[in-house]
């Protein structure tokens, strides 16, 4: 018992020490404390960092990959066009030079005198049949004067109409399949 009085006794005159040292155990225990969760969160700082990286690295290739389709696309959609727009040129050419000759045969032939009744091919008689009853007419054969450029100009621009109309469907057709 005379050990435990002098242990108490000693501790009651240097209580100081005792608070001094067991402050800086705790400051200590704290300070490896903040270690460890600085440790911690370094580690999960590191993970995020490398995800993000990945994230980032899976966006660019995305980007890539995207910008690679897209210009494969825009390449498919001129090609498509360019052969839409050559197709109908070859056949608006062939079509224009048709209704050339039809207004050209249709001048020659009121020139000489025909009338409507007998002008022959059916598909001429569709060139114009409203302006044989216009005012102006031919006093001879009844039918109407217009001159053979004016014929070349109406048919021109008629069949160029037509041709639009054919191209724009053809167009449209394909925008609608691709945007499907």
Not at 78 to 92: C, F, H, P, V, Y
Request: with cysteine; net charge neutral.
């Amino acid at each position: 018992m005379m050990a435990l009085e002098t242990a108490l006794s000693f501790a009651w005159r240097h209580w100081k020490a005792f608070l001094s040292v067991g402050i800086a155990i705790a400051v200590l225990g704290y300070i490896g404390i903040l270690k460890g969760n600085e440790r911690h969160w370094h580690k999960i700082a590191d993970q995020m960092s490398e995800q993000n990286k990945m994230l980032e690295a899976s966006y660019t290739a995305a980007q890539q990959t995207a910008r690679a389709n897209n210009l494969e696309a825009v390449r498919k959609a001129e090609t498509d066009g360019n052969a839409i727009s050559e197709r109908t040129q070859n056949d608006l050419q062939k079509q224009l030079a048709d209704a050339r000759a039809l207004a050209a045969n249709y001048a020659r032939r009121m020139r000489a005198g025909a009338t409507p009744a007998n002008q022959g091919a059916a598909g001429e008689s569709a060139i114009s049949e409203a302006s044989n009853a216009s005012p102006g007419t031919d006093s001879a054969s009844g039918n109407a004067l217009v001159p053979e450029d004016d014929l070349r100009i109406c048919a021109d621009n008629t069949t160029k109409a037509r041709g639009w109309q054919v191209w724009f469907a053809a167009v449209q057709a394909r925008y609608d399949a691709l945007s499907q």
